[in-house]
């Protein structure tokens, strides 16, 4: 009878243990947080491949967040400090090496980027370790009125700005270009075209002899007195008004043109960047970044690089005047038939990013540096002093940053 008791007990005891043994109706899915910098007006586009993603991988969920531009960097900064930061961040190349270089970024190995431009992926070493993975970017073009070129009776454009300063000017309203040489770091952009670039070279002859240039066009209304003052918008303006020649603008400005100023958009050409002696080109771009600290890592990466493939990148093309980084999808634009000054824009862009002009490296407090070359430039404008004295003066003030 004991035998049969001990026997029910364990038969009893293995029921309940099946019952109340958990059951994983689902697999528990990982999520991903994946921040953007403010790219909420395309929320479809990238719904949409966030939705495909899932679909395909079912295991993985993402968390898409759209941040504010103004403060990507700060929410960054703070994320990165956690424990637990986003998996994937869309920033700068600035501020990720910045990153990379207090050890804050998972590394990325090269194979992962052979689908990209390799110019673009250059941009995002330190150490001669890769990471970031490029999102977009963009290459500004030179707008022509072709209106005032036969005005001015040139008989040939300018490649470089030095060609800009040898233009005579006209007795009329109009001038030949609008630089606006104390926003952001748009000086230091062209003088980084001429390799003036460092401590040393911002007082080197060649920059003294472009120093002058600038003062001469200055003073001899080649450039609007408020190239100082004014920023990038108000040249625009300037533009569509039918006052400047030239303008180095991004190519997402042209369709302003056209619903704003549309005479001037009927006589307006497209040619290359104005370059310096280096033949190279300006150029903007945002990557994507993974922390060392995220908690999904691989999982992350599998992402960026389907965000980034050829079908996803092409998409985005259609979207937004922006270039692709990978590199099928930017060949296809390559492909495409001219039927407009938009078109002939966004193709002169692209072949801009087979020659880009590397920044200006080991700058640590960038925008010290741009206050003091916004300071200079205004000194050696306004003022009447020598302009060996002045940059003497910036490549000290320089060399302490």
């Known amino acids: 009878m004991k035998k049969y008791v001990l026997i029910l007990i364990i038969i009893i005891l293995m029921v309940l243990s099946i019952i109340f043994i958990p059951v994983k109706h689902k697999e528990e899915k990982e999520t991903l947080v994946f921040w953007t910098l403010q790219l909420g007006t395309f929320d479809k586009y990238i719904n949409g491949i966030i939705e495909e993603y899932e679909k395909e991988n079912p295991g993985i969920k993402i968390k898409w967040v759209d941040v504010p531009y103004s403060e990507g960097e700060k929410r960054t900064l703070a994320s990165v400090l956690t424990d637990n930061p986003p998996d994937i961040i869309n920033l700068t190349p600035d501020f990720s090496m910045l990153l990379a270089q207090k050890n804050a970024l998972y590394e990325i190995d090269e194979k992962y980027l052979s689908q990209y431009t390799d110019g673009i992926c250059n941009l995002l070493k330190y150490n001669n370790k890769y990471f970031g993975i490029p999102f977009y970017a963009t290459s500004a ?34 001038y030949v270009t609008m630089i606006n040489l104390s926003e952001n770091d748009t000086l230091l952009k062209i003088l980084n075209k001429y390799n003036i670039n460092s401590p040393s070279s911002i007082n080197s002859p060649e920059s003294i002899s472009l120093f002058k240039e600038f003062k001469k066009a200055y003073d001899e209304g080649l450039i609007p007195k408020e190239s100082i003052t004014q920023n990038h918008r108000e040249a625009l303006e300037k533009y569509m008004s039918g006052q400047l020649m030239f303008l180095v603008t991004g190519s997402n400005f042209i369709n302003m043109i056209k619903e704003n100023a549309y005479n001037v958009y009927k006589t307006t050409d497209i040619i290359p960047q104005l370059t310096g002696d280096t033949g190279l080109y300006d150029y903007s771009l945002m990557n994507f970044i993974i922390p060392k600290k995220a908690q999904h890592k691989e999982a992350a990466l599998k992402f960026i690089l389907f965000f980034t493939n050829k079908a996803n990148q092409t998409e985005l093309t259609k979207l937004t005047t922006i270039l692709p980084a990978n590199k099928e999808a930017l060949d296809l634009i ?28 080991n700058v640590k407090n960038k925008k010290e540096l741009n206050t003091l070359s916004s300071n200079y430039i205004q000194e050696i404008l306004i003022k009447n002093g020598s302009v060996k004295d002045t940059l003497d003066k910036f490549s000290e003030d320089w060399s302490k940053l």
Do not use: G
């Open 334 to 361: 390559f492909n495409k038939s001219i039927t407009n000054i938009e078109d002939k824009a966004i193709i002169q862009s692209a072949k801009q990013l087979n020659k880009l002009q590397p920044p200006i490296s």
């Open 141 to 174: 073009v030179t707008l022509v009125n072709k209106q005032l070129v036969k005005e001015y009776n040139l008989n040939k454009l300018p490649i470089e700005y030095k060609d800009l300063f040898k233009i005579k000017k006209l007795n009329n309203s109009s």
